[in-house]
T-cell receptor, first 113, second 111 residues
Framework: DAEITQSPRHKITETGRQVTLACHQT?????MFWYRQDLGHGLRLIHY???????NKGEVSDGYSVSRSNTEDLPLTLESAASSQTSVYFC????????????FGQGTRLTVV | GESVGLHLPTLSVQEGDNSIINCAYS??????FIWYKQESGKGPQFIID?????DKRQGQRVTVLLNKTVKHLSLQIAATQPGDSAVYFC??????????FGSGTRLLVRP
């Protein structure tokens, strides 16, 4: 069955280190998204992509970057991890042009110490 | 799976009763409004959407109502079941079809 997977599921890293969270989908969806979920803020959009070599900033993109070299993967990189980036990160993908039905991964819990 | 213990408003209903979850939105230009369900330890899951030119849409046991005059969206769940216990998020797509999430509501179903 087609799916979307995130790795690692849990990560502890130190302040200042570069961290990359992986997201891989097998639906061949053009649209992919990264969100973070925090207490009191719900899901906030970090970056998104509508196809290979396309990347766009979301509402909380500072300190994060993404690249889209193929359809299946959208890795999220924290250039220099900060304690404020401790969160649960969700990746999602969608095939519709309107993106109402997005399929989410299981999430990655990142702790920056 | 992952989830966060959000400090959310909570709706507690008796099993078998109908549930109504409400959401206020701010962007009048949104094209679609959507409801997602997030169970503990999992990512959000699509429930139903409604286009901005509609005021009601029904699915299986769920109905979404859109009141553009007061910028209000609601999700009605008929005959609520224990499996409906989750956090429910409203969302919308903006002019570039980014999926933007609103606040969540925790639904607890009492046996």
């Amino acid at each position: 069955d087609a799916e979307i997977t995130q790795s690692p599921r849990h990560k502890i890293t130190e302040t200042g280190r570069q961290v990359t969270l992986a997201c891989h989908q097998t639906w061949n969806h053009n649209n992919m998204f990264w969100y973070r979920q925090d207490l009191g803020h719900g899901l906030r959009l970090i970056h998104y992509s509508y196809g290979v070599h396309d990347t766009n900033k979301g509402e909380v993109s500072d300190g994060y970057s993404v690249s889209r070299s193929n359809t299946e993967d959208l890795p999220l990189t924290l250039e220099s991890a900060a304690s404020s980036q401790t969160s649960v990160y969700f990746c999602a993908s969608s095939v519709q042009p309107y993106n109402t039905e997005a399929f989410f991964g299981q999430g990655t819990r990142l702790t920056v110490v | 799976g992952e989830s966060v213990g959000l400090h959310l408003p909570t709706l507690s209903v008796q099993e078998g009763d109908n549930s109504i979850i409400n959401c206020a939105y701010s962007n009048s230009a949104s094209d679609y409004f959507i409801w997602y369900k997030q169970e503990s330890g999992k990512g959000p899951q699509f429930i139903i959407d409604i286009r901005s030119n509609m005021d009601k849409r029904q699915g299986q046991r769920v109905t979404v109502l859109l009141n553009k005059t007061v910028k209000h969206l609601s999700l009605q769940i008929a005959a609520t079941q224990p499996g409906d216990s989750a956090v429910y998020f409203c969302a919308e797509t903006d002019s570039s079809y980014k999926l933007i999430f609103g606040s969540g509501t925790r639904l607890l179903v009492r046996p």
